[in-house]
Nanobody
Framework: EVQLVESGGGLVQAGGSLRLSCAAS????????IGWFRQAPGKEREGVSC????????FYKDSVLGRFTISSDNAKNTVYLQMNSLKAEDTAVYYC??????????????WGRGTQVTVSS
């Protein structure tokens, strides 16, 4: 079964760093694009970053560009989101999911429970 499991969230002070992991099972990352999304209380879900295996391109929300880095380790079948210089507005539950062509509108099939990131100011 296709499954993605997020981990690595936690509590960090503004300016700090966290590294999120997205462990995939049931498929290999080589043929898929994986996106990171987040949702803060009272706000809509928003795309954060995406990595496309088909062309190797990466995408970032403007507000995280230069601070976040998405990467993949195909040997471990895992996608990472390195988050540096964290801000209070980065506080949210972070999710990873299959996002074909990094469209920003992924299917509903693969959402997990996410991992909480809390940034204190």
């Amino acid at each position: 079964e296709v499954q993605l499991v997020e981990s690595g969230g936690g509590l960090v002070q503004a300016g700090g760093s966290l590294r999120l992991s997205c462990a995939a099972s049931g498929f290999t990352l080589d043929d898929y694009a994986i996106g990171w999304f987040r949702q803060a209380p009272g706000k809509e879900r928003e795309g954060v970053s995406c990595i496309s295996s088909s062309d190797g391109r990466t995408f970032y929300k403007d507000s995280v560009l230069g601070r976040f880095t998405i990467s993949s380790d195909n040997a471990k079948n895992t996608v990472y989101l390195q988050m540096n210089s964290l801000k209070a507005e980065d506080t949210a539950v972070y999710y990873c999911t299959v996002d074909p062509y990094c469209s920003g509108s992924p299917p509903d099939d693969y959402w997990g429970r996410g991992t909480q990131v809390t940034v204190s100011s």
